[in-house]
């Protein structure tokens, strides 16, 4: 294959990676996005497979048979709850490749064309150095995420003392040592840079609360895209360049309009800093508050008799499995006249879109989906707010408590509507372990029980 023909075939894959992007903006489009990211992807692996520096394809196939099954067992076991912590561990093989194609272009610098041992460019090795750094990190704080989303760690911030001090040093080390193994070819080096970037990787990531891990993901998103890049330039590979600064770019776009929706600073994420200084409230005060609580015919008889209810989803209907019961509970609704719609928080669930994933999976009609800034002013005017297991992107402290860890979050305005039905296994905070304070309000009706079977005895109620 002609070097020429090579680059008009990464220059096409790299334009169906824009389109997949733009495609996924929207669950409207997202089929269509997707289907342009699988083409660009199989003309890109089609086109390396073909280059003439590939003579031999016994490893290659192999590694394509045993990543493709087990990609496949993953992709039909997985449950949809498990999603982030299956992004979270993607991010981390991402990094992972990037500290293994450094360290094999560093031993055999012939095989990837950038000279050969001992005499190395600087240029290729401040490249080499900057992508195993950015790829350390991102495997070993992706592994943070993932423990913590999957309950192997705890989901409060695990901070001690001086270890924002330590973690500046550190980065002010790695940055040093980079430029040392750029002028030096030192494997001494290359290991220290390998080895200080993964301590950072768990440093950085382990002070910031569970609550906030959408943000997290998105930003090790950015860094998994930074490190194929930089590997990109170290194997002089223009399209994982452009794949690579899409993927790093995209994430920290999306990181910094996450970090707006929840009033917090993206340079605090970066640094390790978000999150670390939360503490839970006691959940022993929360029970002597007088709350009210109804069942599910209750519920159903409220929202039968309603004109316009607003369901918003959260992680509890995620871990219930409760998106088919809610949509066939909007549907009956909607026969009996009633307006359903749907408000999604930008950071409700565990990862960016995971509502909106759940609920495109029950077939919700897309055009009833709508966003925090799209539906909040309707809040006032509906009669029924449906709370299913979002509990702190509805708590009113992140608008009246300046002591509380989630101050300044924009929230949805459930508290608005002229009656909140919230269901809830119990009456312990969220996941951000703040006491909501909507649980208390005179509007406010708890329906206790697990979401999916709650919905299903709501359907019951509004079909007697």
């Known amino acids: ?122 240029g290729s090795l401040f490249e080499m150095g900057l992508g195993v750094a950015i790829g350390a990190i991102t495997f070993t704080g992706s592994l943070v995420a993932f423990a913590k989303l999957q309950g192997l760690v705890s989901g409060n911030p695990l901070i001690f003392k001086g270890q924002h001090p330590l973690n500046a040093l550190l980065g002010i080390a790695l940055v040093f040592i980079v430029f040392l193994f750029a002028f030096s070819e030192s494997y001494t080096f290359f290991w220290a840079i390998t080895g200080i970037a993964l301590l950072l990787g768990f440093l950085l990531i382990l002070p910031i609360g569970g609550a906030d891990m959408p943000v997290v993901i998105s930003m090790l998103n950015s860094y998994s895209g930074w490190a194929a890049a930089g590997i990109g330039f170290t194997l002089g590979n223009s399209l994982l360049i452009i794949t690579g600064a899409l993927v790093g770019a995209s994430g920290a776009i999306l990181s910094y309009i996450m970090c707006k929706g929840m009033n917090r600073s993206i340079i605090n994420i970066i640094l390790g800093g978000f999150g670390g200084e939360q503490s839970a409230t006691a959940q022993g005060s929360a029970e002597q508050r007088p709350y009210k609580a109804g069942s599910a015919e209750d519920a159903g008889f409220i929202m039968k008799n309603a004109q316009s209810v607003i369901i918003v989803p959260g992680y509890g209907m995620a871990v219930a499995q409760a998106q088919h019961a809610l949509r066939e509970m909007g549907d009956i609704l909607k026969q009996e006249g009633v307006q359903v719609r749907y408000a999604i928080h930008p950071v409700a669930g565990r990862m960016p879109g995971h509502m909106n994933v759940l609920l495109a999976e029950a077939n919700v009609p897309y055009e009833d989906v709508l966003e925090l800034d799209e539906i909040n002013r309707d809040f006032g005017v509906a009669d029924v707010a449906f709370v299913i297991g979002a509990n702190d992107v509805t708590n009113p402290a992140a608008k009246t408590d300046p002591k509380s860890p989630i101050f300044g979050m924009p929230i949805l305005d459930v508290e608005k509507a002229k009656t909140v039905l919230f269901v809830k296994r119990s009456m312990s905070p969220g996941y951000a372990g703040v006491d909501n304070d909507l649980f208390y309000k005179d509007n406010t009706l708890m329906l206790f029980g697990d979401a999916k079977k709650m919905c299903e005895e709501i359907i019951k109620s509004l079909g007697d």
Do not use: D
């Open 1 to 122: 294959m002609t070097a020429n023909f090579s680059a008009l075939a990464y220059l096409i894959s790299s334009v169906c990676f824009i389109l997949a992007l733009q495609g996924l903006s929207s669950a409207k489009t997202s089929q269509r996005g997707l289907t342009f990211g699988v083409v660009g992807m199989a003309l890109a692996i089609g086109t390396t497979l073909a280059a003439p520096i590939v003579t031999s394809y016994g490893w290659i196939l192999s590694g394509l048979i045993v990543g493709g099954v087990i990609g496949t067992i993953i992709a039909k076991k997985i449950q949809m709850t498990a999603l982030p912590q299956l992004v979270a561990a993607f991010h981390s093989l991402v990094g992972l490749a990037a500290v293994c194609v450094a360290a094999a272009a560093l031993f055999e610098p012939n095989a990837f064309n950038i000279g050969q041992v001992g005499s190395i460019a600087a």
